[in-house]
T-cell receptor, first 115, second 113 residues
Framework: GAVVSQHPSWVICKSGTSVKIECRSLDFQATTMFWYRQFPKQSLMLMATSNEGSKATYEQGVEKDKFLINHASLTLSTLTVTSAHPEDSSFYIC???????????FGPGTRLLVL | QQQVKQSPQSLIVQKGGISIINCAYENTAFDYFPWYQQFPGKGPALLIAIRPDVSEKKEGRFTISFNKSAKQFSLHIMDSQPGDSATYFCAASHSGGYQKVTFGTGTKLQVIP
């Protein structure tokens, strides 16, 4: 399958600061990106979906002004957690999708800890 | 609304045994059912997937059984090994729209020697 990278792999920040997470597809061009959040011992919950060059579509209950998504190109997407608070501490996972359901690949995740 | 229900929450199996994880879905528009394996601190990796036009798919030690009328599907891991110890998620998506994946609640599998 395709290789997806996330940077950073983990980040610790102070409450009130903003954190940017970068997701890159190294060998795959994708029109659609997904961002998931996973709390400890829980499942992956979809936060938002975006197509390259378009605004992201957020799931119910996810604050679009807090979680800024930029899908700059077919191989790069960023998630910015603005004014982070301790309750935003979680494991954030990106996913690229190609032309079919079979071509969806997940990144290794970014662990965010907000103090 | 939990659209994909998964059980059991945790499972302990002896090495060489069969691990069985069950899932049920509600949305009849789902037409693609993947299973993912996730190790601690890592992203999920696709293990095996099935479409509803077949009742069973086998890849190595991993088999998916699918019952369309009951809206249920299951993962069987034959000859389970300690290296299989991980969290397994069933999932579902449909071919319309963004084809976003809905995950089950997860099963933590531990294979003991």
């Amino acid at each position: 399958g395709a290789v997806v990278s996330q940077h950073p792999s983990w980040v610790i920040c102070k409450s009130g600061t903003s954190v940017k997470i970068e997701c890159r597809s190294l060998d795959f061009q994708a029109t659609t990106m997904f961002w998931y959040r996973q709390f400890p011992k829980q499942s992956l919950m979809l936060m938002a979906t975006s197509n390259e060059g378009s605004k992201a579509t957020y799931e119910q209950g996810v604050e679009k002004d807090k979680f800024l998504i930029n899908h700059a190109s077919l191989t790069l997407s960023t998630l910015t957690v603005t004014s982070a608070h301790p309750e935003d501490s979680s494991f954030y996972i990106c996913s690229f999708r190609g032309t079919s359901q079979e071509t969806q690949y997940f990144g290794p995740g970014t662990r965010l800890l907000v103090l | 609304q939990q659209q994909v229900k998964q059980s059991p929450q945790s499972l302990i199996v002896q090495k060489g045994g069969i691990s069985i994880i069950n899932c049920a879905y509600e949305n009849t528009a789902f037409d693609y059912f993947p299973w993912y394996q996730q190790f601690p601190g890592k992203g999920p990796a696709l293990l095996i997937a099935i479409r509803p036009d077949v009742s069973e798919k086998k890849e190595g030690r991993f088999t998916i059984s699918f019952n369309k009328s009951a809206k249920q599907f299951s993962l069987h891991i034959m000859d389970s090994q300690p290296g299989d110890s991980a969290t397994y998620f069933c999932a579902a998506s449909h071919s319309g729209g963004y084809q976003k994946v809905t995950f089950g609640t997860g099963t933590k599998l531990q294979v003991i020697p």
